[in-house]
């Protein structure tokens, strides 16, 4: 019964491969994001959807591509993968588009080869 | 747009001892301000949030207290126990468009038996 989950945990490729990450959410929730976190642990938003509708877009490469289904999953689809991509990618949900807290996925680490 | 800086960077105490980890935000329109508790292969996880119309939030034995004026929050740990060893992370969001939360750089906190 976990309430956000990713799929893979882990993912190592080659440069130049595509690659998708998987999230989906059992809270009932509006809102999903994606954001990225890298070696220093910085973590900085990517996307964010709200009731399948696209509403944050941030300065991220268009090799990156969301795609949300319906409102409980949000996949994140990366093409011709370079380097600086490898980091640990966190799917998270909110109730509404508000202020509210994050629910946060337990990662996936993607080792760009 | 938002930014949030967060001190220390690190923080080693003594079991028992206290710990504070402080931030401050530029938006003067942000008005949630949420703490993470990240531990080692998993996601950041919420353990407390304050909003802007409180001073002072206390859980136990954490507590955030807020000043607007200043614009920092800060997070209060007391009677710290080994098991409180994580990276956490400060946020702030403001209600003007859609929600985005903001990450401080994280703090890593080490504390010793």
């Known amino acids: 019964d976990t309430a956000v989950s990713q799929t893979p945990k882990y993912l190592v490729t080659q440069m130049g491969n595509d690659k998708s990450i998987k999230c989906e959410q059992n809270?009932?929730?509006?809102?999903m994001y994606w954001y990225k976190q890298d070696s220093k642990k910085f973590l900085k938003i990517m996307f964010s959807?709200?009731?399948?509708?696209?509403?944050i877009n941030e300065t991220v490469p268009n090799r990156f591509s969301p795609k949300s289904p319906d409102k409980a999953h949000l996949n994140l689809h990366i093409n011709s993968l370079e380097l600086g991509d490898s980091a640990v990618y966190f799917c998270?949900?909110?109730?509404?588009?508000?202020?509210?807290?994050?629910?946060f996925g337990s990662g996936t680490r993607l080792t760009v080869v | 747009g938002e930014n949030v800086e967060q001190h220390p960077s690190t923080l080693s105490v003594q079991e028992g001892d206290s710990a504070v980890i402080k931030c401050t935000y530029s938006?003067?329109?942000?008005?949630?301000f949420p703490w993470y508790k990240q531990e080692l292969g998993k996601g950041p996880q919420l353990i407390i949030d304050?909003?802007?119309?409180?001073g002072e939030k206390k859980d136990q034995r954490i507590a955030v207290t807020l000043n607007k004026t200043a614009k920092h929050f800060s997070l209060h740990i007391t009677e710290t126990q080994p098991e409180d060893s994580a990276v956490y992370f400060c946020?702030?969001?403001?209600?003007?468009?859609?929600?985005?939360?903001?990450f401080g750089t994280g703090t890593r906190l080490l504390v010793s038996p």
């Open positions: 998270a949900s909110s109730p509404f588009a508000g202020n509210y807290g994050y629910t």
């Open positions: 809270l009932g929730h509006d809102t």
């Open positions: 959807y709200n009731n399948k509708e696209l509403i």
């Open positions: 938006d003067s329109a942000s008005n949630y």
């Open positions: 304050i909003r802007s119309n409180v």
């Open positions: 946020a702030a969001s403001s209600n003007t468009g859609f929600q985005k939360l903001v």
